[in-house]
Every structure is written in structure tokens, then in C-alpha cells.
């Protein structure tokens, strides 16, 4: 029969990591499983947010630390050659690389009791009994399941048959320059004319910068010349790089985080910013909601109302990323564009407001509904404007 569990955890990105910190917390005899051995390399920006931070802070009880996080206060918008907005006291954006980052949150969550099974291949899983057979031969099982494995997430596959859309979602390449062979920058710069409903990145590090393209996948089929024209754009020869790409699932939340007595967290779950494809602040929070519901279901003895626990803790999350989908036509939306980067130059308020959603600081339910078609208006009127 294998080992029996409490509960499997699979993949150990921060979803996996917050589900076994919070479910070892609670008592839990808890199982991670993933392929990888940690640390291990992940396409990613690495931008921090303070939404990351305070939900670190409050899973994990670690802050920002200067052996893993450059703090970055510049901020630059462009598009293409013209610069849109430009700060030197912008709110705080962390930087940080994932292949330390992950394998931080991992160790934590072995040391608060989460067993781990790691670079190690999962050969067949039954959702419906929570049965894993491992490539190794070994057997494993448990009531209730996280899967926590990301935008091609294994578990996705086997509940609804593929893990996204991906003419819905998004997709994104990147490559690493080390800093003394890229052009000098300390500023956080974001490119809105880069990619279609997408942009490009240039973000520091301590001995780096990434720079990359991201958009949404069926408006961009040839992403590899994209990321070749930015990067000439930043003054890089693109032939002497190696450019990683992934899908980037923003934009299509699951309408239900799972099935039966298995839950989806993280981008598994789709649970990242359409607009911005951030994901690491909801990966940690869905994560330890996931963990929750399941100990409460499990203390109950119902492993099936872990699902409907899980559904209603997520319905703020769901309904800031709805608000998010709603603005996104807004920044993106190819007639609309212009006309947006226009008034978002002119008005230095506006920018702040822009930055606080960037960096986590404000929620886009802040804005609140009645804002959006004011803003539309706004935007619709220059537009007007432009093409009189």
C-alpha cells in the first residue's frame, strides 16, 4: 500500500513551500513532492513585491534580507524610445533571484516538519484515491492533495485534461546579463511598447540583470524575435544569450481551485496578475489557504469540504485579479495605448497610483469600480482626440 499521509504537496515553488510550512504547523504528517532538486533555476523576473513581503512575513516569518533582495526605489516607464514616467522614489520593489528565493522558502518548510521528496519524478497520480507512484518505484498516498506545480501544472492536466488555455494565458522569455557587460541602470524599467497586451522588463540584481518580454500568448507567436528587438533596444546581442521561455498563466483563474480532494494553488490555479504576471505574493497566500482548509477538513473527518473551505477563502483573491482583468484592456488594448501612456506622463498623480499597484502597496479594488469608467472615459476622450 506505500506510505499513507496526511496530506501531498506537489511542487515546491512558494505555493508548495507555504502549503507544507502551514500544513507541518499545524500538525499535518505532510508530503512534498517535486521533480526538481533545489535550488534549481526559474524563469522569472524576480520582482518583490510588498504584497510578497508581508505575506512572507506572515507564512514564513522571514523578511527582506540583503543577501537575497536588492531594494529598488528608481523606477522608469518606456515605450519603445520614449520615456513615459520617471521616479527616484518610487515604493520599494524587492529584486530577487528565484533559485536562492525557492530554495529559502523550501528549507523553511523542512524545518518547521514538511517531509520532502525532491528531484524526484511522480509516474502516475489518482486524484480520486490521492495515490502517487514515484518513478523510483516507491508508492505514496493521502486524503487530500495540493498541487502547487505551476503554469504546466501535472495536476491541472489530470483533473480538467490541460493546465491552461494557452491561447488565454500568457507567455515569456528572459535571459540574465551579468552587470558588467550590460549598459548601467539601478531602475526598475517596464517597456509597454516591448510585446502586444504584454511588456518588457529590465530588472537589477546584485551581479545581474534580467531583461525580458512577456505577453499574452496568441498575440505574440514569435516571441524569440520579440525578445531579439528589446534586447537590441537595451544595447544586448541577443545571439550570444540563451533566452529561457514559459507560459505565464495571468488572466485565466480557474473558476474552481481543484476537484474532489484535490486543490490547485498558485499558478496552478492561475492565480497571477493579468496585468502584471506577478504571482509569487498569490502563490504564498493560496498556498497557506490551501494548507488551511485542508487541516480543518481533516480535523473534521470530511476530506471533501476541503475544496468548498478552500473556494471561500479565495474569493478576495478572486475578485482583486477580476478588478485587475477589468483595467487590463485599458493598459493593453492597442487603440487604447496611447492615449493611456499620454495621460499617464501628464499626470504625476496618476503615476503614483500606477506604482502602488506595480509594487503591491495598493489593491486594484482600491481603485474602486466607480474609477474604472472614469478612467475609460478619460482615455476614450484622448483618443478621440488624437484621431480628429
Not at 507567436?221 to 537590441?232: E, I, V, Y
Not at 498563466?249 to 496578475?273: C, I, M, Q
Not at 481533516?298 to 482583486?320: G, K, S, V
Not at 488594448?333 to 493611456?340: I, R, S
Request: glycine share 12%; proline share 6%; with cysteine.
Amino acid at each position: 500500500m506505500g506510505q499513507r499521509r496526511d496530506l501531498i504537496v506537489i511542487g515546491g515553488g512558494p505555493a508548495g513551500a507555504a502549503a507544507g510550512m502551514t500544513a507541518a504547523r499545524a500538525g499535518l504528517d505532510v508530503l512534498l513532492i517535486d521533480k526538481a532538486a533545489f535550488p534549481r533555476e526559474k524563469l522569472c523576473g524576480g520582482g518583490f513585491t510588498g504584497r510578497s513581503r508581508r505575506h512572507m512575513a506572515e507564512i514564513f516569518g522571514r523578511d527582506v534580507t540583503p543577501d537575497l533582495f536588492l531594494p529598488c526605489n528608481r523606477f522608469r516607464l518606456v515605450a519603445g524610445a520614449r520615456t513615459v514616467a520617471e521616479m527616484a522614489d518610487a515604493p520599494t520593489i524587492w529584486l530577487t533571484m528565484r533559485r536562492e528565493f525557492d530554495a529559502m522558502l523550501l528549507a523553511a518548510a523542512e524545518e518547521a516538519g514538511c517531509a520532502m521528496a525532491t528531484g524526484v519524478r511522480i509516474a502516475s497520480f489518482d486524484p480520486d484515491g490521492g495515490r502517487i507512484s514515484l518513478t523510483t518505484g516507491e508508492e505514496v498516498s493521502a486524503p487530500l492533495v495540493i498541487g502547487a506545480d505551476g503554469a504546466a501544472s501535472m495536476v491541472a492536466r489530470r483533473l480538467f485534461g490541460r493546465a491552461h488555455d494557452p491561447a488565454q494565458v500568457g507567455f515569456g522569455m528572459e535571459v540574465e546579463v551579468p552587470r558588467e557587460g550590460a549598459l548601467p541602470t539601478d531602475a526598475v524599467e517596464i517597456d509597454l511598447a516591448a510585446a502586444d497586451w504584454g511588456y518588457g522588463w529590465s530588472f537589477p540584481k546584485a551581479g545581474s540583470i534580467t531583461l525580458g518580454v512577456g505577453g499574452i500568448h496568441r498575440r505574440n507567436p514569435q516571441m524569440p524575435a520579440t525578445l531579439d528587438r528589446f534586447l537590441c533596444r537595451q544595447g544586448e546581442d541577443g545571439a550570444s544569450l540563451r533566452p529561457r521561455g514559459a507560459f505565464l498563466p495571468f488572466g485565466e483563474v480557474r473558476p474552481v481551485a481543484g476537484k474532489g480532494t484535490t486543490l490547485l494553488a498558485g499558478d496552478a490555479a492561475g492565480l497571477v496578475d493579468p496585468i502584471t504576471g506577478e504571482g509569487i505574493a498569490w502563490a504564498m497566500k493560496s498556498g497557506q489557504l490551501a494548507a488551511q482548509a485542508a487541516a480543518e477538513a481533516l480535523a473534521d473527518r470530511r476530506p471533501d469540504r476541503a475544496l468548498p473551505r478552500y473556494q471561500r477563502a479565495l474569493a478576495p483573491i478572486r475578485a482583486e485579479l477580476r478588478h485587475a482583468r477589468a483595467l487590463r484592456w485599458l493598459f493593453y488594448q492597442p487603440l487604447l495605448q496611447p492615449a493611456f501612456l499620454r495621460l499617464l506622463a501628464g499626470e504625476p498623480r496618476l503615476q503614483r497610483r500606477y506604482l502602488a499597484l506595480l509594487s503591491g502597496e495598493a489593491d486594484y479594488a482600491d481603485l474602486g469600480w466607480r474609477a474604472l469608467p472614469r478612467l475609460a472615459a478619460r482615455i476614450a476622450g484622448r483618443t478621440f482626440q488624437a484621431g480628429a
